[in-house]
């Protein structure tokens, strides 16, 4: 299987490491729309903080990104899956893979990137500030660009194998699986008196562990129906309709 995960929003700055080195990430031949961008996000912080600010959808307590994403190239980088920090990766707590299991997600997962389109979770990245539904300028929006390269990556990563897509809407629109290639995507029901809703928090947190368990338990699906009975037998309540499944959860 190839899963695709969302980034997370907060990221956390490695402590040391090397520079960016485009060269040394997954999937080169993306590096030259990863160089524009680059380029753009750097200029852009380099100048007037406010402005920088506005454009990237920051808040008044957020000023550090600016001042981190205008020295990117020499900002540190670590593997892409421990500066990614958010409430999906905190569950699928990658600190604590044994060696099987990282070598598994270093084969397995992709996760897409505003500023990178997609990485590996061994690809050395820094931490950086950008989202998917930010227009740079000079460049337009950020899907814009990767739109007509991520289809192909995607299909690259997958070699024939199932897409399991539990990307967040804005970063899907980077990128969707072409339609020849199998694929399935997962929604998170929180149900609660009867009544099922979309939270977001257990969306994250749950996707998190089901990536995790089938990490673990080296579950390499072949049809999202197969995807399916191998949740069940994991515990979890699953529904599927057509290639999307819907996992039905109370609590974490």
């Known amino acids: 299987m190839l899963i695709l995960l969302p980034p997370s929003e907060g990221k956390t700055r490695p402590a040391d490491g090397a520079p960016l080195d485009l060269t040394a990430l997954s999937l080169p031949q993306l590096n030259r729309q990863r160089e524009q961008l680059l380029k753009a996000l750097v200029r852009l912080c380099s100048g007037r903080e406010q402005r920088a600010m506005e454009v990237l959808g920051l808040g008044a307590t957020q000023a550090e990104a600016v001042a981190r994403n205008s020295a990117l190239l020499e900002e540190p980088t670590a593997r892409a899956d421990t500066v990614y920090t958010g409430v999906l990766f905190e569950h699928l707590d990658p600190a604590s893979f044994t060696d099987d299991e990282r070598s598994r997600a270093d084969q397995t997962l992709a996760i897409t990137s505003a500023l990178f389109g997609l990485v590996r979770p061994g690809d050395p990245i820094p931490a950086y500030r950008l989202s998917a539904g930010v227009s740079l300028p000079r460049l337009g929006t950020v899907a814009s660009r990767w739109k007509p390269l ?33 694929s399935a995507t997962m929604r998170v029901l929180h149900e609660k008196d009867g009544k099922r809703s979309v939270v977001s928090h257990f969306n994250k947190a749950t996707k998190g562990r089901v990536v995790r368990r089938l990490l673990s338990e080296d579950i390499d699906a072949k049809h999202p129906d197969d995807l399916a009975d191998a949740l069940r037998d994991l515990g979890w309540t699953v529904e599927l309709d057509g290639s999307r499944l819907d996992l039905v959860v109370a609590e974490l």
């Open 150 to 182: 991520l289809p192909t990556a995607i299909e690259e990563l997958a070699d024939g194998h199932l897409v399991v897509d539990l990307r967040s809407g804005g970063y899907v629109n980077l990128g969707k699986p072409p339609a020849g290639v199998t």
